[in-house]
């Protein structure tokens, strides 16, 4: 395992989240990550606060024959987390190690385990015997209360809320300023819409809206829970 000192880094995606992460990074004393990739060639050649973006995920092994170490997701990947899990795996599939991220700004309970490659964004708060996963994103001002458990992949977005114990299960995406009411079970590939108010179980892959929230309709059908076609058994 290298130091932090020691760490070459690679950020994957370089678009807005990216941002608050490289100053994430900064912030948090770790080295200063030395190249984004981008699958946006337009974008190519560019900088983001003074880091380059060399070029698509295809350099990936030519950067570890460089001697880079370490990688971070720079996708925030709003409302569907699995191009971010598909990246988490590429990283890894090339041994690299993820870079985990707590910003000196967030107050993170000791008695809190945060899974490798997880970002913990500021003014966020986790409190005691909270369990996250590998590459969860807790974003800025967000609230996972004590003994919540999220899985691998889950991004509880700017402000949303988990009251305690609630379970979220892998991939999941907590919109912006949603609550979860506490010990509740949010499904796999759920996602919670922005501003929504949880006070009931959220079946996998399910999307719900509003307050109090609701699974989305889908055209033409009685109010049931919406599951993507390409997800139905
Ligand atoms: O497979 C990929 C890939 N797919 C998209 N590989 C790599 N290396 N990069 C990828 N990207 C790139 O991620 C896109 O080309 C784009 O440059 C970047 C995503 O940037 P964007 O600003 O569109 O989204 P974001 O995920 O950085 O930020 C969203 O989510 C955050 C959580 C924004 O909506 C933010 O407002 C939000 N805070």
């Not at 690299?96 to 008695?111: G, N, V």
């Not at 759920?190 to 179980?201: E, M, S």
């Amino acid at each position: 395992m290298t130091t932090q000192a020691e760490a070459v880094c690679v950020i994957l995606g370089g678009g807005g989240h990216a941002q608050v992460l490289i100053d994430s990074i900064h912030l948090s004393g770790m080295r200063w990550p030395q190249a984004i990739l981008d699958a946006d060639q337009s974008r190519w050649g560019q900088m983001i606060l003074g880091v380059p973006i060399l070029g698509g995920d295809e350099l990936l092994p030519e950067l570890v024959r460089r001697g880079f170490t370490c990688f971070a997701i720079g996708l925030g990947g709003i409302g569907d987390n699995r191009p971010r899990q598909r990246l988490f795996e590429l990283g890894l599939f090339y041994h690299l190690e993820p870079l985990t991220i707590i910003h000196p700004a967030a107050i993170r309970s000791q008695w809190a385990e945060i899974g490798p490659g997880s970002q913990i964004f500021p003014g966020s708060i986790i409190n005691a015997g909270a369990r996250l996963g590998q590459n969860v994103i807790i974003n800025s001002g967000a609230i996972v209360e004590h003994e919540c458990s999220l899985s691998d992949h889950v991004h509880v977005a700017t402000g949303a809320r988990l009251a305690s114990t609630v379970q979220v299960g892998r991939g999941a995406h907590i919109g912006a300023g949603a609550t979860v009411k506490q010990c509740l079970i949010i499904g796999e590939g759920a996602i919670v819409g922005a501003g929504a108010t949880v006070i009931k179980n959220v079946p996998a892959h399910a999307v719900v809206v509003g307050v109090p929230a609701r699974p989305l309709r889908q055209a033409g059908s009685e109010c049931e829970w919406f599951i993507p076609e390409e997800e139905k058994p």
